[in-house]
């Protein structure tokens, strides 16, 4: 069986097409690896949400920031934004049977030689505790009180690692990190301001991927979220958002003791858009 991680589709379905057609992928002997953020801002969510669901135990998609969005938005905690093109989902007669599926994705998985998020991990979360964190918040999304934690996950505080924390605050920090979280300082405090590439930063601030003694460094992590690092390999990390959205290319990488590249040039360009 092959392994192929995919970046950030964000509704492009067409060129997540052209990209399996590309790799030849096969449904019955392979397994595609998302990144998140299947769904919003290209013109087929509904159709990449449907598709990848289609597949059974042949993919395996972690939640992404835009994910999220959608799922707060039809839950009723989040109006939607300008730049949304969640319509169609959100009108679906199978709009509920998706939106149950997606709420129950995971925010981490792993086999034995790899990892995949969304965004990153605070510096002081190692292999065990990064398994830790992620159930805890998956148990509080997928559970009978998911309306209270939609309803709690916007903000940007809590922003730095503590064991004191508790309730919500702990919950909205966890998904922060394996969503949303690029910069941070030394210490590890996170910040949201900044999605630029690397140096255009305020210079206290780093890649999360690039902090001294980060206790995630054992880890082989494939992550996405970042579309202005474009493709990165390097610190055991592999960065495979490269742009789909915004004119850029689609990404696959083939998972070994070898990693492979492979990519598409894509057809949407939505540049012209605030990227968030």
Not at 85 to 94: C, E, G, R, V
Not at 160 to 184: E, H, P, Q
Not at 268 to 274: D, G, H, S, T
């Amino acid at each position: 069986m092959s392994i192929y991680a995919i970046g950030d589709i964000q509704g492009c379905f067409d060129d997540l097409l052209r990209l399996l057609e590309h790799i030849k992928f096969d449904k019955k002997t392979d397994q595609l690896w998302f990144a998140g953020d299947l769904v919003n801002r290209g013109p087929k969510s509904l159709e990449t949400l449907r598709f990848v669901k289609s597949l059974g135990s042949s993919a395996v998609t972690v939640l992404g920031n835009h994910d999220l969005h959608l799922l707060a938005t039809a839950f009723k905690q989040r109006t939607p934004h300008k730049h949304d093109s969640l319509t169609a989902i959100l009108q679906a007669a199978d709009r509920d049977e998706l939106i149950t599926w997606l709420r129950h994705r995971p925010l981490f998985h792993y086999n034995d030689d790899f990892c995949l998020l969304h965004a990153g991990l605070p510096p002081q979360w190692d292999f065990a505790k990064t398994k830790e964190m992620a159930l805890k918040a998956e148990k509080v999304m997928q559970g009978h009180n998911h309306l209270d934690f939609f309803k709690a996950m916007y903000g940007d505080k809590p922003d730095k690692w503590s064991s004191d924390l508790t309730g919500m605050r702990k919950i909205r920090f966890i998904v922060n990190c394996f969503t949303r979280m690029r910069y941070c300082d030394k210490n590890g405090q996170l910040d949201f301001k900044y999605s630029c590439a690397i140096g255009g930063q305020p210079k206290h601030l780093m890649p999360w991927f690039t902090v001294p003694k980060r206790q995630s460094k054992d880890m082989q992590i494939i992550f996405g979220h970042w579309s202005t690092l474009g493709y990165y390999q390097g610190n055991n990390c592999f960065a495979i958002d490269t742009g789909c959205l915004w004119g850029g290319e689609l990404t696959a990488i083939k998972l070994g003791k070898k990693v492979k590249r492979m990519s598409i040039e894509c057809q949407q360009n939505l540049a012209n858009l605030k990227k968030s």
